[in-house]
Every structure is written in C-alpha cells, then in structure tokens.
C-alpha cells in the first residue's frame, strides 16, 4: 500500500510543475479528511499541516511528534516546537496567528514561494501568506483524484467491511421474518416491531464486527418516497422496508454500502412491479460496467431500462437520483455514475443502486458495490435479493 501511494505521488510533481508550483499544502485533521488519512497515514482529530515539494513533510504538534513517526507513512516528521510556537505564542497570544507563522517559516525554509491549496484551506493562513509575499493557488484536490483506483489492499479493506454490513443486514432481515404479522403491524416477542429496534440490531452486530455506522435506513411504507428518511416508528406488514447500511471499519477507516428492500407479508403489487424494474436496471448498469465506459452513459442506460419498464424518470417521482458513487475512505467518492462524464477504470469500487419512489407507495431501492475488472466488473456484494419474507 505504502509503495504504490509513492508511486501515485509522482504524478503529483508534473502537476505542480504545470501550473508552475512549488509545494502543495494541506491543514485539516484526518478524521474528517479523507485526503489528510489517504496520504499520510496517520489518525488524529487535530488539524497539522501536510507539505509535498518532491517530498512529504508533516507538520503535527509536539505531543503528536513520536505518535506520527511511528504511524504515519511520513519520514520527515516534524513539530511546531521545532519552529518555536511556545515563545511565539507568548508574543502573539492567538493560536492561528502564531500558526500562520510558523506555515511562512516552514514554506520559506523549503524555498516555496508558490504553493497550491485545496478548496477548504483556511481563509486566515491563505491571507497571512500572501502578505508574507507567498503566492497561493486554490486548486481541486490531486489527491482526492489518487484515491479513484483502489489497492488489492484497499479493495479487501472495503470487502471485510461489507461482510459485516451484509451480516447485520441478514440480523435484520431475520428479525423481520420472524415477525409476526399483527392487523397492519409487525410485532416480535408481543410487542410492536419497530424501524429502531432494527437499527439497534444492525448497529450493535456492526461493533461486534469492529464497524460503525451513522446514518442508517429501516424505512417502510410510503414515506419511503424520501430516499434519505432514515425511517421511524412500528414497521407495517405487507409493505416494504428499505434497509440501506454504509458502515465504516474502525481500524481501517473504509466504508462499504448496500440496500435491500422487504416486504413482511403479501406486497401490494405495485411494490413487486417497482422491484422487478429495479432489479432490471441494476442488471443494466452491471452490464455496462468496464474500463473506459463513460459513466453518463450507463446511468442514461439504466434510466432507459425504467423509462422502456413504463416508470418515470425525473426529479419528483420515479428515478430521482444517480445510479451510484464510488466508495472508500469517504462514502461517496469519485468517479460516480450519474450525468456527470467520468471514466471509470480498473480499480474504481462504485455502488450499483437504482431505485424508483412514488408518494402513493414509498420507494424500493437495491444496491450493490462492485470493483471494474479488466473484464467487467466483480459483485463485492453476497448477499441475496429476495423481497417477500
């Protein structure tokens, strides 16, 4: 893994040399940054400074020195300490002003008059740096582009997440067969099945598998038309319940994501032709799914798929949103399948998950995640697709 993110770095240099640029510059903390994790390897929920000029420098503070030489990916470590941040703190007295300086001090003593910053790169220290004669260009991140093509060890990573989001989805879908059908309600040991005491099974089988999850979807019946309801209150028989789960791993940081939709009970028949249509679609878009594809052009597929099914496509009803979004370290990543004109390319690991919605009866959504083969593409998703329980 180590070996082939410095072999990506190199395309990092041209780039700069390009645009006629010295270094690139990151301040953020890792947990929330994607990018900050991808390139240095190292977990902190402080902001410290990442400088590339044909070579990688952290800038972390001095509790986290020895902590970011052991864990990080980066040799040359070094600490505010090292600049002087305490006697200038006792000077200046605010934090992001001494730490504006001690950005200049570091850029300076690399020889950086010029450098470019990501789009979140604080407005304070991009304006002290300028009035220290440092020209600054605000570009899109190179590195979120590194992050497109997945490692072997980043694809198994995604993998071992995704068995333990398929196990607490199984958890799940085995709580509501065993339910028993009550009038118009679900009950299970006497009492009223509901979409949290589903949630709370599937985010304890999670931690029991060393993942997390925020977010999740147990969503029945016709507000189910949202996509994004997470879902609340007693689950209905004989309409469907959209379980959609994204969980991340603890230590690895990855992400996988998937839904199913079930129905406990007899579905009206609506939900049934819905969920034919998507599985359809979903087979559409796995079809066309190979290095080089335009992904434009496999999600207009699969909106032909729905349109030829006789279901609608547009921003109300029908097929609302995109057909997926890549996966890793962040939930939605790039390249996606949707109007924009990415290519995809082996290695991409993206979610195949169509879905019609309608205000009447809800919505029905399937989703797996697969990882483009020089052959196609590979289902990293086992789990089965079967709607009545």
């Excluded at 995109?322 to 996606?336: A, L, M, N, Y």
Aim: hydrophobic fraction near 35%.
């Amino acid at each position: 893994m180590i070996m082939i993110i410095e072999q990506q770095k190199k395309d990092l240099q041209p780039l700069l040399h390009r645009k006629g640029i010295d270094a690139y510059l990151m301040y953020t903390d890792s947990i929330r940054s994607a990018d900050m994790y991808y390139i240095s390897g190292f977990l902190a929920g402080d902001a410290f400074t990442y400088l590339y000029k044909n070579k990688d420098i952290l800038l972390v503070s001095s509790m986290e020195k020895e902590r970011a030489k052991k864990e990080s990916r980066i040799t040359d470590v070094r600490s505010t300490s090292d600049y002087g941040s305490k006697e200038l703190l006792k000077i200046h007295k605010d934090p992001a002003e001494v730490y504006s300086r001690l950005l200049v001090q570091l850029l300076k003593e690399e020889e950086c008059s010029s450098i470019a910053v990501p789009e979140e790169f604080p407005l304070f220290f991009a304006d002290h740096l300028r009035d220290e004669g440092i020209n600054i260009t605000c570009i899109t991140s190179p590195i979120r582009k590194l992050r497109e093509k997945k490692t072997k060890t980043e694809i198994k990573a995604i993998s071992n997440t995704q068995r333990a989001c398929e196990l607490s989805a199984s958890k799940a879908i085995d709580l509501i067969r065993s339910s028993k059908i009550s009038g118009d309600e679900l009950t299970i040991n006497g009492r009223p099945l509901t979409s949290e005491y589903i949630k709370a099974a599937i985010h304890h089988s999670l931690l029991d598998s060393g993942c997390e999850a925020q977010g999740t979807i147990v969503a029945c019946g016709p507000r189910s038309c949202d996509p994004h309801w997470e879902g609340e209150g007693v689950l209905q028989a004989h309409q469907q319940i959209i379980l959609d789960i994204f969980p991340r791993n603890m230590v690895s940081r990855y992400y996988s994501d998937m839904s199913r939709t079930v129905v406990r009970g007899k579905p009206d028949p609506k939900i049934k032709e819905m969920y034919e249509a998507v599985l359809a679609a979903q087979q559409v878009g796995f079809d066309l799914i190979e290095p080089g594809a335009n992904s434009s052009e496999i999600h207009q597929a699969v909106c032909d798929s729905f349109t030829d099914a006789g279901f609608a496509v547009g921003e109300d009803e029908g097929f609302i949103h995109s057909t997926g979004h890549s996966v890793g370290i962040d939930i939605h990543e790039r390249p996606g399948i949707g109007p924009q004109q990415d290519i995809l390319d082996i290695g991409n690991v993206i979610t195949v998950e169509p879905g019609l919605y309608y205000h009447d009866v809800g919505g029905v959504r399937i989703e797996d995640m697969v990882v483009v083969t020089d052959k196609g593409c590979n289902n990293l998703t086992m789990l089965n697709k079967n709607l009545q329980l």
